[in-house]
């Protein structure tokens, strides 16, 4: 194969999926996942590159803490901090269509007034009502701007695949017509940021992800190698996807030992 | 100006925004239309070309007579019946998100184990959980078919602008990657059926609409030519737009008059 393993030297590892598979009772983790995660700290330099936004990194370290994974929680980069910087940098006030989990983020934005959309992951509060009344706020802006975390278009739960935020992000800017800005995956700066924490360069590092086209797909955009896990929203027909991973890997544990033992 | 007047020998006319403002208690006719389509019945030739996917026909009749109109319930053209024609002709069974109102023209369909998903103004319908419905449903169809009744972007009510249906059919695409039809405006098929009924050739009619995309856009695209009315979801924005009407009315019965008084 054209991958070569023995060339990586730090891991960006996607959660939802590749960790654990979620669930609304919390979740559980993937087999052989938190043995993964314990060798890449002893052998290798990771972070995680997440797109949830549901928790911020302090309950998502809490919750993989207690499905037993061992992490540090200044290794989990997620887009609602990300976001809530942007805006505070840009002066922008924020209507928010997120999840309550991850409210604490934008306690300091200013919301009065708001000239902007933030859309997470709200899960049961994409109501019609909530969808209007972002809409409501584009339409009457004068240079309507949508910021989503992330884009993703579905995402795997123990009870099956649900919509992701992407698909109601996509809506209100069809409706709307409004500009939209993805922080998150797949954007550059987002898996660059991560990277440079680790005092790495794109080539030295591999994305682990379990979707084809905001992990591998976002990450080979960039010129970011990336594997392929067959857990989470993992499908078959994606081995004829228009995206070619660098490897396929059954789960996250194969993926590290195939890089790892190539050394 | 270039729109010859005298040319146009029918009317295709859409019906929320150009003959009344819809608000949830029913709406309000819109100034000079209840005399303006009196005045195309005895002078021209019509047909109502409408994405409303709230209401029958029949129930669309009542509706507008109660308002102050005269008109023939045949000349209403909806998206509704023409879906359950395709699906019925094309054997299908479909998953419906689609407002109550139409539920019945739909009866007669097979909606057992459903493979194709319809989403028409399922207005406070438009839950996450029954959003996720109609996702599953396609995720699990081997080949995934959307078809939505229209793919308007926002309709204008009494109270503010409200999201249409097609940013929901968008979002339902993005996170599957489905076909997706439209059956309603923009589609020629819907336009030529109507102007069929009339015994007249494109060139011949006129289109009246609010919605400078799926009306005004959607008509020229196959030729039609299209006057747009500065009422409904009407926007001043709109004077720049890409879409360039052949003539832009205050109302209809500005429309009506530039045209019949042309003559």
Redesign the interface.
């Known amino acids: 194969m054209a991958f070569k393993p023995h060339s990586v030297k730090g891991f960006l590892l996607d959660i939802t999926g590749v960790l654990y598979n979620s669930s609304p009772e919390g979740g559980e983790a993937i087999k052989g996942s938190i043995e993964a995660i314990a060798r890449l700290y002893r052998e290798s330099t990771l972070r995680f590159v997440s797109n949830e936004s549901t928790s911020t990194p302090a309950k998502l370290h809490a919750k993989l803490t207690r499905l037993g994974f061992t992490l540090k929680q200044e290794h989990l980069f997620t887009p609602a901090p990300v976001a809530a910087d942007y805006i505070k940098r840009n002066g922008l006030r924020p209507h928010l269509l997120i999840h309550k989990g991850v409210l604490e983020c934008f306690s300091d934005c200013d919301t009065t007034n708001p000239n902007c959309v933030v859309v997470g992951d709200?899960?049961?509060?994409?109501?019609?009502?909530n969808?209007?009344k972002a809409?409501?706020v584009l339409?009457e802006s004068e240079r309507p701007l949508l910021i989503s975390l992330g884009c993703g278009?579905?995402y795997q739960r123990v009870t099956?695949?649900?919509?992701?935020l992407?698909?109601?992000a996509?809506?209100?800017k069809?409706?709307?017509?409004c500009e939209h800005i993805v922080l998150g995956k797949p954007d550059e700066s987002y898996f660059m940021a991560a990277i440079n924490d680790m005092g790495l360069s794109k080539e030295e590092v591999v994305m682990v992800g379990d979707d084809i086209v905001s992990d591998i797909g976002g990450a080979q955009s960039h010129g970011i190698r990336a594997i392929q896990v067959k857990t989470g929203k993992w499908r078959p027909e994606w081995e004829k996807h228009y995206v070619n991973p660098d490897f396929i890997a059954d789960n996250l544990q194969h993926a590290v030992e195939t890089v790892l033992d190539a050394k």
């Open positions: 709200a899960e049961d509060d994409f109501t019609y009502e969808m209007n809409f409501r339409m278009r579905f099956g695949p649900c919509m992701d992407g698909g109601f996509i809506a209100l069809y409706a709307t017509g």
